[in-house]
């Protein structure tokens, strides 16, 4: 009922930027979070950015003062401007949405397929 594409995956060097978006579609009333989330081989998923309905903001320890996230509420689209990137960031990235279909429905959480960034040293 809802999809998640993501873009803008890549591979960039050390030092370098990268942007990635996040479209929603599908049956949708309202989005009340979107956000980032990262895969490394071999380890948990994590947090990246969240914004969280009204605007607020939350960055995990390692992508403050390099990453940015915006939300383009119109559009259903969540960006992440990565800069200074770093070969610690190299993971596939998730991005998820809080969706409520409809007036009177629950909230459901989805996920996108993930698009790959690698970042060499």
């Known amino acids: 009922q809802v999809q998640l594409v993501e873009s803008g995956g890549g591979l960039v060097q050390s030092g370098g930027s990268l942007g990635l978006s996040c479209a929603a579609s599908?049956?949708?009333?309202?989005?009340?979070?979107m956000g980032w989330y990262r895969q490394a081989p071999g380890k948990q998923r994590e947090l990246v950015a969240v914004?969280?309905?009204?605007?607020?903001?939350r960055y995990a320890d390692p992508a403050k003062g390099r990453f940015t996230i915006s939300r383009d509420n119109a559009k259903n689209t969540v960006y992440l401007q990565m800069n200074s990137l770093k070969p610690e960031d190299t993971a596939v990235y998730y991005c998820?949405?809080?969706?409520?279909?409809?007036?009177?429905?629950?909230?459901?959480?989805?996920w996108g397929q993930g698009t790959q960034v690698t970042v060499s040293s």
């Open positions: 998820n949405a809080v969706v409520q279909l409809r007036r009177d429905s629950y909230e459901y959480n989805y």
């Open positions: 914004i969280i309905g009204g605007g607020v903001i």
């Open positions: 599908g049956t949708i009333f309202s989005i009340s979070t």
